[in-house]
């Protein structure tokens, strides 16, 4: 069973709209998250990450919002832009353990 | 700078067949991982190492042997492939351990067992 859920498989937003990306989480034990984008026929690479001390954390265009109580974290890019359109994953551990877990990702189309 | 390494980024193998998946990284970084990426499942770990000589076992270890014997080098062993093992593979390193998850990834590797 999950412990990760991304449920929207795929996304499509305007060239310089808000592209909002979701996860839930279901082990009340992880403190800590994080956004990775992937590329076709490439590794993910690390976007942003947030502990659950915080419920926001900026980087830029990427924004990241945590909702403890509702076991929810979202992705916000603001303006969305062409490159932007990859392979979105989150991903969550109790911090400082070894062990991440990954939601299936959300696939952004963001056209021009 | 390579990051980290994989090689071979494709290959075909025979149920029962054995194979070993390579990972390098030159970042002398810690903390090691394979992850296996399947469509609708996200990328499940598989095994990781947080030093020369220690090994754990991830989410999805059965079919999966590991071992760490250099900083740089992260092995993943197929002793017996099965078509359950079709997948792409993913090597991870982050500079420390316990691991804060900024992992850097290697660009995969496409295994397909028929």
């Known amino acids: 069973d999950q412990q990760v859920k991304q449920n929207s498989p795929s996304l499509s937003v305007q060239e310089g709209r808000i592209s909002i990306l979701n996860c839930d989480y279901t082990?009340?034990?992880?403190?800590?998250f994080l956004w990775y984008k992937k590329y076709p026929a490439e590794g993910p690479t690390f976007l942003i990450s947030?502990?659950?001390?915080?419920d926001k954390n900026e980087d830029g265009r990427f924004t990241v919002f945590l909702n403890k109580s509702a076991k929810h974290l979202s992705l916000h890019i603001v303006p969305s832009q062409p490159g932007d359109s990859a392979v979105y994953f989150c991903?969550?551990?109790?911090?400082?353990?070894?062990?991440?877990?990954f939601g299936s990702g959300t696939k952004l189309n963001v056209k021009p | 700078n390579a990051g980290v390494t994989q090689t071979p980024k494709f290959q075909v193998l025979k149920t029962g067949q054995s194979m070993t998946l390579q990972c390098a990284q030159d970042?002398?970084?810690?903390?090691m991982s394979w992850y296996r990426q399947d469509p609708g499942m996200g990328l499940r770990l598989i095994h990781y190492?947080?030093?020369?000589?220690?090994?754990d076992q991830g989410e999805v270890p059965n079919g999966y042997n590991v071992s760490r014997s250099t900083t740089e080098d992260f092995p993943l062993r197929l002793l017996s492939a099965a078509p359950s093992q079709t997948s792409v593979y993913f090597c991870?390193?982050?500079?420390?351990?316990?691991?804060?998850?900024?992992?850097?990834f290697g660009e995969g590797s496409r295994l397909t067992v028929l």
């Open positions: 947030i502990s659950s001390i915080k």
């Open positions: 991903a969550a551990s109790p911090y400082g353990f070894n062990k991440f877990y």
């Open positions: 970042m002398n970084h810690e903390y």
């Open positions: 082990n009340s034990m992880f403190d800590y």
């Open positions: 991870a390193s982050s500079l420390s351990a316990p691991n804060t998850g900024e992992l850097f």
């Open positions: 190492s947080v030093g020369a000589g220690i090994t």
